[in-house]
T-cell receptor
Framework: DAGVTQSPTHLIKTRGQQVTLRCSPK?????VSWYQQALGQGPQFIFQ???????QRGNFPDRFSGHQFPNYSSELNVNALLLGDSALYLCASSSRPGSTEAFFGQGTRLTVV | AQKVTQAQTEISVVEKEDVTLDCVYE???????LFWYKQPPSGELVFLIR??????QNEISGRYSWNFQKSTSSFNFTITASQVVDSAVYFCALSEAGGANSKLTFGKGITLSVRP
């Protein structure tokens, strides 16, 4: 049973560019959440998708957008990259109703130069 | 607003020592969930435990134990007889009534180093 898979694992982008990160949830899970983890910090919630709609959003600018597909996989898009967007981006999946835990992927390490 | 404070940033112990990782939380919700996650160098967050706000019983799982005290808003984690494999960053997290389907608010994490 595959867990949460994220691609790519590492990415280097130039300031001002756009990036798309991908996440496939654990089998049987329908809810995907995205987190940003800066170096030395705890993960910060970006947003959550369920039934192809954004359900909750954290305190992130509109440059951060997402999408969920009918197969429950998800994409995180970041436009106009800033140096401060360099971080580990984690995807978590869970299922409604009432998962007892969210399963995390290994993340995508984004470096903006 | 929800907040999780992990005042300890780095802890170093020698193998077989016991170690306690502290977590203090703030929330206005009456129903909430508390979690502990382990993050090894690979980056993936590994779930350790979930507690809801109505269950204050302490829990023990092998060498791991958790002490939840609503009176002090704390959810501390103890590793007994630590091992080198316990070396990782440990995060305490808080969510609303939706549990794992609600956003998780994480603390800054505690880096635990266990020396042979």
């Amino acid at each position: 049973d595959a867990g949460v898979t994220q691609s790519p694992t590492h990415l280097i982008k130039t300031r001002g560019q756009q990036v798309t990160l991908r996440c496939s949830p654990k089998s049987g899970h329908d809810t995907v959440s995205w987190y940003q983890q800066a170096l030395g910090q705890g993960p910060q919630f970006i947003f959550q998708y369920y039934e192809e709609e954004e359900r909750q959003r954290g305190n992130f600018p509109d440059r951060f957008s997402g999408h969920q597909f009918p197969n429950y996989s998800s994409e995180l898009n970041v436009n106009a990259l800033l140096l401060g967007d360099s971080a580990l981006y984690l995807c978590a999946s869970s299922s409604r109703p009432g998962s007892t835990e969210a399963f995390f992927g290994q993340g995508t390490r984004l470096t903006v130069v | 607003a929800q907040k999780v404070t992990q005042a300890q940033t780095e802890i170093s112990v020698v193998e077989k020592e016991d170690v306690t990782l502290d977590c203090v939380y703030e929330t206005r919700d009456t129903t909430y969930y508390l979690f502990w996650y382990k993050q090894p160098p690979s980056g993936e967050l590994v779930f350790l435990i979930r507690r809801n706000s109505f269950d204050e019983q302490n829990e023990i799982s092998g060498r791991y134990s958790w002490n939840f005290q609503k009176s002090t808003s704390s959810f501390n984690f103890t590793i007994t007889a630590s091992q080198v494999v316990d070396s990782a960053v440990y995060f305490c997290a808080l969510s609303e009534a939706g549990g794992a389907n609600s956003k998780l608010t994480f603390g800054k994490g505690i880096t635990l180093s266990v020396r042979p």
